[in-house]
């Protein structure tokens, strides 16, 4: 453990206790075997032995222990890919274990790294996860899902667990300039873009709000919330909002081959649709 915790948050005594328990049965191993047969617990991240730590105990259930420095540099770590994930919020073991037996979404669970030893990395990563479930319930609500979803009625599967139906359905990501986390579009469009081909660039992201401010445009009545944006590749009004990056119309998002590198549609000033002054369609 680590000095100064309390009794409640102090793992186990590595020595003097047994390395099983009613407790950790049926719960993933992390324990490595000696010579004379003895189990020795490891780190869930680096499967090293857990002693001499320090370690903390995770609050999975599963008795699994993380070294101190093991479990802030997950957090310092944080999703993977452009758009956000929770999983580092948990114990890789248990979320392995829970996802196969389909268990429910990681919104719904308090977060396994829950030590107060991890401080500031975690108030950061908790902060962002409550600003997330927030966005989600907002997104159901505008894409009026909120109250009409069969799997949200009673009987579905993510009934009670509107966080967890969003974040089935929409992608979010956190904007590159104010760090708030902003609807992407649908999951079912993929990551996209550079996400795709191996790296992004985070200064790409940007909600509408921001993207609004650095262009000047404002409503007097409603803010930057809802100006709506035209299409990448045509001149057409956008609803969708794909790859965290990229304003489409229907018709283009509907096209078999709509990708990030898709050709774009020169503007004819005598029939374009918007009839107003625009960036051309590719910028």
């Known amino acids: 453990g680590l000095r ?34 003895a189990e020795e617990p490891s780190c869930v991240y680096c499967l090293a032995p857990a002693a001499p730590g320090p370690c903390v105990a995770l609050a999975c259930g599963g008795g699994h222990l993380a070294h101190a420095s093991c479990a802030k540099q997950a957090l310092k770590a944080g999703y993977p890919g452009p758009s956000i994930s929770l999983a580092h919020l948990y114990c890789p073991l248990c979320r392995v274990s829970q996802a196969a037996a389909g268990g429910a979404q990681l919104a719904t669970l308090p977060p396994h790294l829950s030590h107060p030893a991890l401080g500031e990395l975690l108030g950061k990563a908790l902060g962002l996860r409550d600003a997330l479930c927030g966005c989600a319930r907002a997104r159901l609500k505008l894409a009026g899902l909120a109250h009409h979803d069969p799997d949200l009625q009673p009987g579905g599967r993510y009934e009670g667990r509107a966080v967890d139906a969003a974040l089935a359905r929409f992608a979010f990501y956190e904007c590159g300039r104010c760090g708030k986390p902003y609807c992407g579009g649908d999951r079912v469009c993929g990551e996209g873009g550079g996400g795709q081909q191996g790296g992004y660039d985070r200064a790409e992201l940007v909600c509408g709000a921001c993207a609004a401010q650095a262009t000047g445009a404002d409503c007097p009545k409603h803010g930057t919330a809802y100006i709506e ?21 229907e018709p283009c998002h509907a096209s078999a081959q709509h990708r990030a590198d898709m050709a774009a549609r020169k503007c004819d000033p005598k029939r374009c649709a918007l009839r107003a002054p625009h960036p051309q369609p590719g910028s």
Do not use: F, I, N
């Open 4 to 37: 100064g915790e309390s009794p409640a948050l102090c793992p186990r005594c590595l020595t003097c206790c047994p390395p099983s328990s009613d407790h950790d049965r049926g719960q993933p191993s992390t324990s490595s075997v000696h010579a004379g047969g």
């Open 229 to 249: 944006y035209k299409c990448r590749y045509c001149c057409s009004v956008a609803v969708w909002y794909c790859w965290g990056t990229t304003h489409m119309c």
